[in-house]
T-cell receptor, first 110, second 113 residues
Framework: KNEVEQSPQNLTAQEGEFITINCSYS?????LHWLQQHPGGGIVSLFM???GKKKHGRLIATINIQEKHSSLHITASHPRDSAVYIC????????????FGKGTHLIIQP | DTAVSQTPKYLVTQMGNDKSIKCEQN?????MYWYKQDSKKFLKIMFS???????INETVPNRFSPKSPDKAHLNLHINSLELGDSAVYFC????????????FGPGTRLTVL
């Protein structure tokens, strides 16, 4: 079974700062998802990646398959980025479903 | 139009009761899922349905049963509710499977008294 670790668990930063959230996993995967859970509880998919790097607006996600590690970066952070960011991996050829990390609680102060 | 919808949004009930949560997606996706988020906000997969076939049941008690009347719906039935079933339940869908973008419903907060 894949073990998914996220760091940091909590992060408070000032508006405008560059944010990095890390995700590591123990077993080879076929894909990795980054999700955002708003303070109101809704969950939105940010990225799904299996290699390399993806960018959407101020968000960038990278993955290093050899090192079993992914990062989510937020440039020019804004208070509306305050949310819980969750990493989830697809392993076992999909038979194990999605295994989730415990999330990173991000607060961006104005 | 809401892509993935769930009803009800809140559900408060007594121990021992039987309840259902409904989920519908209008995205034309092939696969639907149920997730449970516990009080510590940890998400865990419960079920996945693809073309009316159950793919995964992740150590969920058999008091929980998914029912899919058609490709657009995956309802969750829970029998003999227990205190530990209190959680937020999310429905989701994706085009084919785990390596496609997941679209989540708004969640149903279940409280068992």
């Amino acid at each position: 079974k894949n073990e998914v670790e996220q760091s940091p668990q909590n992060l408070t930063a000032q508006e405008g700062e560059f944010i990095t959230i890390n995700c590591s996993y123990s077993v080879g995967i076929s894909a990795l998802h980054w999700l955002q859970q708003h303070p109101g509880g809704g969950i939105v998919s940010l990225f799904m990646l299996s290699s390399g790097k993806k960018k959407h607006g101020r968000l960038i996600a990278t993955i290093n398959i050899q090192e079993k590690h992914s990062s989510l970066h937020i440039t020019a952070s804004h208070p509306r980025d305050s949310a819980v960011y969750i990493c989830a991996v697809v392993s076992g050829g999909g038979a194990d479903g999605l295994t989730f990390g415990k999330g990173t609680h991000l607060i961006i102060q104005p | 139009d809401t892509a993935v919808s769930q009803t009800p949004k809140y559900l408060v009930t007594q121990m021992g009761n039987d309840k259902s949560i409904k989920c519908e997606q209008n995205l034309g996706h092939d696969t639907m899922y149920w997730y449970k988020q516990d009080s510590k906000k940890f998400l865990k997969i419960m079920f996945s349905y693809n073309n009316k076939e159950l793919i995964i049941n992740e150590t969920v008690p058999n008091r929980f049963s998914p029912k899919s009347p058609d490709k657009a719906h995956l309802n969750l039935h829970i029998n003999s509710l227990e205190l530990g079933d209190s959680a937020v339940y999310f429905c989701a869908s994706s085009h084919r499977g785990w390596t496609d973008t997941q679209y989540f419903g708004p969640g149903t907060r279940l409280t068992v008294l």
